[in-house]
C-alpha cells in the first residue's frame, strides 16, 4: 500500500482560525515550521527568519498565497491547534513511515518542559510521547491535562496506537490495572516497573523471588542472565532473574505471566550504589530477553529526552501558552525522529549545519521513506 504524504496526514486537522483570518495556508506554516527545526530554529522568531532566506526555495512546491508568515502569526496558530490532533497526526505519518520495518517494541514516558508553568503534579507542561525504539520514531504524543498526573495521559495515548503485536514498556507510573486490561485489549504485551504505588502488587512479586531463593528455586521456572559493563571510570553489574507463571500474585492483573527481579551494582568514582527493581510482564521471554528489553526502555530518556535538552533547549524555552508548547514539542520529536531515519554519519548538529545550508539534504531529512508532498 502507497504510503500517504505529510499533507495528507494532515488533511483531518481543523483549521482553528476564521475564514476571514487566513491569509496563509495551514499547511504552509506546518510545513514551514517543521523545516526550519530541521536546520536549528528553536522559537517562532528563528522559524519566521528561515523561512525568508528560504523563501525562493519555499515558493517552489508551497503555495505562500500572501508571502511568508510572521512569527506571530505562527504563534497563533500553534495556540489554536488541537494538541492532542496534531500529535495524532504527526504520530500517524512517523507509524507510516515506520512499516516497512515493523514495530516491536514501544516505550512510553513523560517529559516536563521546565521552562513553562501549567497547573500540573510537576508544576509546568509535562508530555507523555510513544516511542518506537529500534526504529528511532515518535507516534504520539499526549500532554497531562490540568490539575493531574501522567495516569490520566497514559490511556488516551494508547488509544491512538496500534498495538497488536507490540510490547509496551512503562515505569511504575503506568502499573495500574486499567492500563494493563488496555494493552492487552488492544493487542499489545506489557513490561512495566512495580514499585510501592501498588503495595499488595509489590509485596506479592516480592515474595515470589524470597520463597524461590529459600527453596534454591527448585520446581520453580526460571532463567538468569548477567551483564558487566566497564567504562568511563564506571563498573556496573545487572543480575537479571525472570520467573514464569508464579504463585501467589493478585488475579486482577490481566495477562500477568512473568515477573522480573534486577540487581544492579554499580562503582562511579569509589562509590558504591546497590538497586533492586521488579517488573511484571504479560511477555514470556528469557532473563536476556526481558532484561535487554528493560535497558532498551530508556532509550526514551538517552535518545529523546536528552536530545531535546541538549540539542533544542526544550527545557529553557519559554514558549508560556500550554497548547503552542505542546504542539511545538511534537514538531522536535518528529525532528528527533527524521534525523535518526536519516542515514547520514554524524551528530544531530552536523546534520542540521548540513540542512540549514544543502537545500536537496533538507528535502532528504523530509522524506525519510514517505513524500512531505505528492510527486
Request: proline share 2%; with cysteine.
Amino acid at each position: 500500500m502507497a504510503r500517504r504524504s505529510l499533507i495528507e496526514h494532515f488533511a483531518n486537522l481543523r483549521d482553528p482560525r476564521i475564514n476571514r483570518t487566513k491569509k496563509h495556508r495551514l499547511d504552509d506554516i506546518l510545513i514551514i515550521t517543521l523545516c526550519a527545526m530541521l536546520c536549528g530554529a528553536t522559537t517562532f522568531e528563528e522559524i519566521e527568519e528561515f523561512a525568508d532566506c528560504r523563501k525562493e526555495w519555499f515558493q517552489s512546491f508551497l503555495a505562500l498565497p500572501n508571502g511568508i508568515p510572521s512569527h506571530d502569526t505562527i504563534y497563533r496558530v500553534f495556540c489554536a491547534l488541537d494538541a492532542s490532533v496534531f500529535a495524532q497526526c504527526f504520530g500517524a505519518w512517523m507509524a507510516d513511515l515506520s512499516e516497512t520495518v515493523g514495530l516491536k517494541h514501544v516505550a512510553i514516558d513523560g517529559k516536563s518542559l521546565r521552562g513553562t508553568s501549567s497547573n500540573t503534579f510537576t508544576g509546568c507542561v509535562h508530555l507523555v510521547s510513544a516511542w518506537a525504539t529500534e526504529q528511532g520514531l515518535i507516534l504520539g504524543q499526549e500532554s497531562v491535562i490540568e490539575k493531574s498526573n501522567e495516569i490520566t495521559a497514559i490511556p488516551i495515548l494508547l488509544q491512538t496506537l496500534h498495538l497488536k503485536g507490540v510490547l509496551i514498556t512503562i515505569d511504575a507510573v503506568g502499573c495500574q490495572k486499567e492500563i494493563v486490561e488496555q494493552i492487552q485489549e488492544q493487542g499489545g504485551d506489557y513490561l512495566i516497573c512495580v514499585k510501592g504505588n501498588q503495595p499488595k502488587l509489590s509485596d506479592a512479586v516480592q515474595k515470589v523471588f524470597s520463597d524461590a531463593i529459600d527453596c534454591d528455586f527448585e520446581g520453580v521456572d526460571y532463567t538468569q542472565a548477567s551483564r558487566i559493563n566497564d567504562g568511563h571510570g564506571r563498573h556496573e553489574e545487572r543480575y537479571v532473574t525472570v520467573i514464569t507463571n508464579p504463585q501467589g500474585l493478585p488475579e486482577e492483573w490481566t495477562g500477568l505471566t512473568t515477573v522480573v527481579q534486577v540487581n544492579r551494582e554499580r562503582m562511579v568514582q569509589g562509590k558504591n550504589t546497590t538497586t533492586t527493581h521488579y517488573y511484571m510482564s504479560s511477555l514470556k521471554g528469557t532473563a536476556q530477553q526481558l532484561g535487554d528489553l528493560i535497558r532498551r526502555h530508556w532509550a526514551i530518556e538517552n535518545e529523546l529526552h536528552w536530545m531535546l535538552d541538549v540539542s533544542f533547549g526544550e527545557d529553557v524555552n519559554r514558549t508560556q501558552d500550554r497548547n503552542a508548547s505542546a504542539n511545538l514539542g511534537v514538531v522536535r520529536r518528529t525532528v528527533v525522529s527524521l534525523m535518526k531515519q536519516n542515514p547520514m554519519k554524524g551528530t544531530k548538529k552536523r546534520k542540521t549545519m548540513r540542512a540549514a545550508s544543502n537545500t536537496g539534504y533538507l528535502k532528504e531529512l523530509l522524506q525519510g521513506n514517505t513524500r512531505v508532498v505528492a510527486e
